[in-house]
């Protein structure tokens, strides 16, 4: 489902990163760890599509999305790619449910209709935010926003879900149930799950842990 070849990206201030081969393949569940500041961010933004590699191909769904032209590329992130920010990146002004609802509104051409709707709706009754839809994130605990970011990355049931820290900054019990609404989820549709984690205690719980030393190293 996510296929990497030969990946390198390099910003301007210096950092660079190479990846010769990372596969995961559909219904799997895979974490990575790495110390700080070893690109694993870098590492999900190039495989989303949100940022594009010097040189390299990723392949999400049988698409080589690297090689697409901004507009292209946007939709098919849209399309195949739901995305679980390190701090949220949740909308201050928007409810818990127009924050669900946001992938379809940022000109990606998905059709922001009664079926998205219901869906965003029943995510967030699953996550135990039934009566909490028309909160804004400000009126929400760390736990709630945690769990209506994660419900905005699966409302569009995308093949491939990227996870950046989803877990952080939560206590022992919200991690472990933030794990089980991605895992479930994840396995009603099928997806492909790339987690980057800190949380040492969850990695059994994954199909596979890539530990970003061995990915093929940063130069
Ligand atoms: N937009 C940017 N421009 C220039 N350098 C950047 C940019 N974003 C990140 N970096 C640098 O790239 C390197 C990798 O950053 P990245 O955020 O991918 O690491 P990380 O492994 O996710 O770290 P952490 O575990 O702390 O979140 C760091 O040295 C960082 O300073």
């Given at each position: 489902m996510i296929e990497i070849r030969d990946l390198r990206f390099a910003y301007g201030s210096g950092f660079a990163l190479s990846v010769p081969v990372l596969d995961v393949a559909a219904r799997e569940r895979v974490a990575v760890v790495g110390p700080s500041g070893a690109g694993k961010t870098t590492l999900l933004n190039l495989v989303s599509g949100i940022a594009v590699p010097d040189a390299g191909r990723v392949t999400l769904d049988g698409r080589a999305i690297s090689a697409l032209p901004d507009r292209a590329r946007r939709a098919a992130r849209a399309a195949s790619v739901g995305f679980v920010f390190q701090e949220f990146a949740l909308v201050d002004y928007l409810s818990a449910e127009e924050n669900v609802l946001y992938p379809y509104r940022v000109g990606t051409g998905l059709a922001l209709d009664k079926?998205?709707?219901?869906?965003?709706?029943?995510?967030?009754?699953?996550?135990?935010?039934?009566?909490?839809?028309?909160?804004?994130?400000?009126?929400?605990?760390?736990?709630?926003?945690?769990?209506?970011?994660?419900?905005?990355?699966?409302?569009?049931?995308?093949?491939?879900?990227?996870?950046?820290?989803?877990?952080?900054?939560?206590?022992?019990?919200?991690?472990?149930?933030?794990?089980?609404?991605?895992?479930?989820?994840?396995?009603?549709?099928?997806?492909?799950?790339?987690?980057?984690?800190?949380?040492?205690?969850?990695?059994?719980?994954?199909?596979?842990?890539i530990d970003f030393a061995d990915l093929g190293g940063t130069a």
């Open positions: 079926e998205a709707r219901a869906r965003a709706r029943a995510l967030l009754a699953e996550f135990g935010l039934g009566e909490k839809t028309r909160r804004r994130p400000a009126q929400l605990s760390q736990g709630e926003r945690q769990r209506v970011a994660i419900a905005r990355a699966l409302v569009t049931r995308p093949k491939v879900i990227l996870a950046d820290e989803a877990t952080g900054n939560l206590d022992p019990a919200n991690k472990a149930a933030a794990l089980d609404l991605l895992f479930a989820q994840a396995a009603e549709t099928g997806a492909a799950l790339l987690c980057v984690t800190h949380d040492h205690e969850l990695l059994p719980r994954f199909d596979r842990v």
